[in-house]
């Protein structure tokens, strides 16, 4: 199962509603379950560099099925991925990406969100994921 | 000037409703005034390849304020850009890139589309760009 | 739908065989639904350049849904994709790459072959792709 | 001496069989002495970031002809490698790949795994690896 245009967009409306109600400005990409970016939002002044993190991000939580923040542990000087960003053209290890499910709970793809601290990128994101119902 | 999201989604949205109209499915890009990604969708079984394309005609098409076929017809072997394409990480020079502007005539941002003929990709192309009055 | 593990093996298997069955030696890339890589046969002695270029002809032919060959007709000088392969981090758009349906007709990968003239690669491809029913 | 593809295909079979016996999901990579991929395969579900991590964790392991969790000591803050992981196009340095060895004791190439803990990718690489004599 994959993602459609129709549920990334509901997605990305729900994130960016987050984003407002928290008052923050954010990146928001959709990928689908092969990691291909499905539908991605930049909203006014937020973070230029942060276009390119959310995306990482989400390919990131698909690539290993798990929230981004959860590979950041273990990619830690002396833990056990140590400088797995390097790996597939770069990951992002820090909140703020999370996998997408459907009602059944098959993963159709994953949502990355950057551009305020990684708590409030992660919360903007699960509350893109948990709009998909 | 730049474009703002608002305003990036209304060119997504009317270069979607050409690509039904002439019943095509796309993957329809929208880069800001500095050929960042502002806005982003992929119609559900689109060609997965246009994803980046799109992306690309849309940086093209601002990186040199023009149609990004016209840039095409001048990077023909023997021509003036011979092999353009090899700079700023990847150019796309055939049609389905162009120049988004305001009511006053400034340049605001670009919109690239691919999915179709080159033909097609420019139509939706302009129907989006068009839509900014 | 997404081409499983056992099948891709079966694909790479047929292709072996007619590669030994026209004697020539090649490499042999499938790609799923999604341009991941799935599985890889690189038979002794075939050419190393060939690596690359079989996955990327894998991709290729699921990025566009069509045989590399096709593509590459419309990216010559003068064509209405010229230069295509300058995106998607490289394409091979001559012979040698195909899309591999199910019985049902839907397309779950794609099949790149390389290490001959492209007429081989081609029919060796196809060789593979023809295995899935 | 050089893996064969018969050879490197016994591996992949072995760490497949070593994979299933202790219950996990992997991708798992051959290269020949020349770092050069001979055969790969994506067990169906195992993690899509982990086709390319697999492959790097071959390519480092006949890099420095060492398991790759040696070199990740090394590549440590304060270490005497420290961030050797952006050489090479990306290595990857904690465990999962190591040499592959011909019945007289020399390296003809080796192997990567990647899907699961690092220990249990380097006991399904050692598997796949130990299955040559």
Same mark, same amino acid.
């Given at each position: 199962?994959?993602?459609? @245009?129709?549920?990334?967009?509901?997605?990305?409306?729900? !994130?960016?509603?987050?984003?407002?109600?928290?008052?923050?400005?954010?990146? +928001?990409?959709? &990928? =689908?379950?092969?990691? $291909? @970016?499905?539908? /991605?939002?930049?909203?006014?002044?937020?973070?230029?560099?942060?276009?390119?993190?959310?995306?990482?991000?989400?390919?990131? !939580?698909?690539? /290993?099925?798990?929230?981004?923040?959860? +590979?950041?542990?273990?990619?830690?000087?002396?833990?056990?991925?140590? $400088?797995?960003?390097?790996?597939?053209?770069? @990951? +992002?290890? /820090?909140?703020?990406?999370?996998?997408?499910?459907?009602?059944?709970?098959?993963?159709?793809?994953?949502?990355?969100?950057?551009?305020?601290?990684?708590? $409030?990128?992660?919360? &903007?994101?699960?509350?893109?994921? =948990?709009?998909?119902?």
């Amino acid at each position: 199962m994959n993602i459609s @245009l129709k549920q990334a967009e509901a997605v990305i409306a729900a !994130a960016k509603a987050k984003a407002t109600e928290i008052k923050t400005l954010m990146n +928001i990409a959709v &990928v =689908d379950a092969g990691t $291909n @970016l499905v539908a /991605f939002a930049h909203m006014d002044d937020a973070w230029l560099g942060s276009i390119d993190i959310s995306q990482k991000k989400a390919r990131t !939580a698909r690539y /290993f099925n798990m929230p981004t923040g959860e +590979i950041g542990k273990l990619s830690q000087p002396g833990g056990s991925l140590y $400088n797995i960003e390097h790996s597939n053209g770069g @990951l +992002i290890t /820090f909140p703020g990406g999370v996998v997408i499910k459907n009602a059944k709970g098959e993963i159709i793809g994953a949502i990355g969100v950057s551009g305020d601290t990684v708590e $409030n990128d992660h919360i &903007v994101a699960q509350a893109g994921a =948990d709009s998909i119902k």
